[in-house]
Each structure stands twice: as C-alpha cells, then as structure tokens.
C-alpha cells in the first residue's frame, strides 16, 4: 500500500432547540497540502449558514469562518473529497509555518504533565536525548499499554494528567498524553486531526486525532498511539496544533437561549479500490 486515492465526506449537523440568533463558527475542515499528500478535489456546502472568510492560520490550517442563518434551527455543514496519499513511513518531513519549532516545547493546559504523567514518562525507555526515535516508539507503545482506548467516558477537555489517572481514554487523550510526555522530554510535539481509513468499515462517527514530534535529521514524524503505528498512506491530515483546541474541526461562538444537538458523519474510503490494486501490482512487478 504505497499510494492510495481517498473518497471522504464529512457531515456535521446542528439541531437547536430555539432559533439561532447570532453564531459563528471556524471550521478546519479542508486537508493539508503537505508531503506525501495531494488534495485532488474537495468541496463545503452550507445548509442554513454561509461563508465570511477564509484564512491559513498560524499553523497553516485553513480556516472558514461561517456565519449560521439567524432563525434557523437546523444547520449542516458537508465537505466531500478526494485525496492522494503516499507511505512515506509516518516522516512528514522539515519544520514549516509560522510559529518556531521552540514553540512545540511549551505545555498547554491539556499536555501539561502532573505527577501521574511523569511517573508514566519515566517507565518509558531509552534516552530521549541520543537516541529520540527508539524513545518515541518506546513512549507510544507504553501509553498505549497502560491507557485503555475506551469512547464515552472522557471528553474534549479531559487533560492528559487527568486521562492517566483515569486509565483510559480515546485518540485525543493518548495524543495529548503522548504530546506532553515528548515536550517534557525535550521533545517539539504537536497534535493531529484527520481522516483514518477503516479496513472493517466505510462510515465512521468522528474523526481521527494522533501526534507528531519533530526528530534531528527527520524532522516531523507522525504517531498514532492508539493504532500503535506510524501514520501510512490510510490517514489524511487536515489541522495541527499545541493541543486539541488548535485543530479542532469546528469551534465557535453563539448567542441565544438554545441547546444544540451535534451529529457527526465521517466516510472514508477507497476509490475504485480494484483499480488501484491492479496498478499497484503492475508496478510493483516492474
């Protein structure tokens, strides 16, 4: 599986239970042109909301901030797809944006480590200093043995600190544990969000989030702790960030007395997988 051509649709469905007033949201929702990753196509359409203004932020993620139609109670937002992608083995390659790489080293509220997380980083081994790469498997593997993947039971501002205590969480706690543990390190760490092709299943209920730290003479390289490997040409990265917050697909504000229902539809797939084996196989008996 050294390319693949991907076919994704996002849906994102709001139902308020009063007319919306006022609401904003920034979406980041449209895939990175990065190495290893080529976006051939990929569309948004609103329902009930409409474009302000499109922006790359600070991360290089791009943003579209939409406005939701005042009275409106039901809103959807649809981005649909293709995108190419390459095994590169997880390594995205040299330090880019414009933020520092220094900046990755600075904890947030939801990496800093507490007296868990460091008792945790110590268990892990080889030297974070001369031999960083062996160290990073070391640590993903580690976090993924001592905190059990189970949904439902942490949210979006459950701390790494507190993910350990609890013993459990999903890939957005074992991104942020393992975020905190690599600064903690000495190690520039970031988090991802995206799209991960599923060989049990098409549609999905979210998305997908794992980690990158930055290693000498490779620059970025990706882990996704809870599959317990290094990002293959399955996954599509569409944010970066410090944490959570900063590549999130959808944040926002709103103002009016309602309480809103969130449904998430996530599909990924192959497109016309018989062809891509076929010229796969071609190839690789050149």
């Not at 008792?119 to 030297?127: K, T």
């Not at 942490?154 to 013993?167: L, P, S, Y």
């Not at 917050?245 to 192959?270: H, K, N, Q, Y």
Request: glycine letters at 8%.
């Amino acid at each position: 599986m050294s390319k693949l051509t991907l076919s994704i649709r996002h849906t994102t469905h709001y139902a308020f239970a009063e007319p919306v007033v006022h609401a904003l949201q920034r979406l980041r929702l449209t895939p990175k042109e990065t190495q290893g990753q080529r976006i051939g196509q990929w569309s948004m359409v609103l329902d009930n909301a409409r474009a302000e203004l499109e922006y790359d932020d600070q991360h290089f993620n791009h943003v579209t901030l939409i406005s939701l139609t005042p009275g409106a109670r039901e809103v959807t937002v649809t981005c649909e797809g293709v995108v190419e992608t390459e095994d590169n083995a997880g390594v995205i390659g040299r330090h880019s944006g414009h933020l520092p790489l220094w900046s990755f080293l600075r904890q947030t509220p939801l990496t800093r480590p507490g007296a868990k997380l460091r008792a945790l980083l110590r268990e892990a081994a080889g030297p974070a200093d001369s031999a960083p790469l062996d160290f990073l498997h070391s640590l993903s593997a580690l976090i993924r043995e001592r905190i059990t993947y189970e949904t439902g039971r942490t949210h979006a501002a459950t701390t790494a600190e507190e993910a350990v205590g609890h013993g459990f969480g999903v890939c957005q706690d074992h991104a942020h544990i393992f975020i905190g543990a690599a600064r903690a390190s000495g190690i520039p760490a970031r988090y991802v969000s995206g799209y991960l092709l599923m060989h049990d299943r098409i549609d999905q209920e979210a998305t997908h989030a794992w980690a990158e730290a930055h290693v000498e003479g490779l620059g970025w390289v990706g882990f996704d702790v809870s599959n317990g490997i290094c990002p293959d040409p399955g996954y599509v990265r569409v944010a970066t960030g410090s944490d959570y917050r900063d590549a999130a697909p959808v944040t926002g504000i709103s103002i009016g007395a309602f309480e809103e229902a969130l449904t998430v539809g996530v599909a990924v797939a192959v497109q016309n997988p018989a062809s891509q084996t076929q010229s796969q196989q071609q190839q690789s008996s050149q």
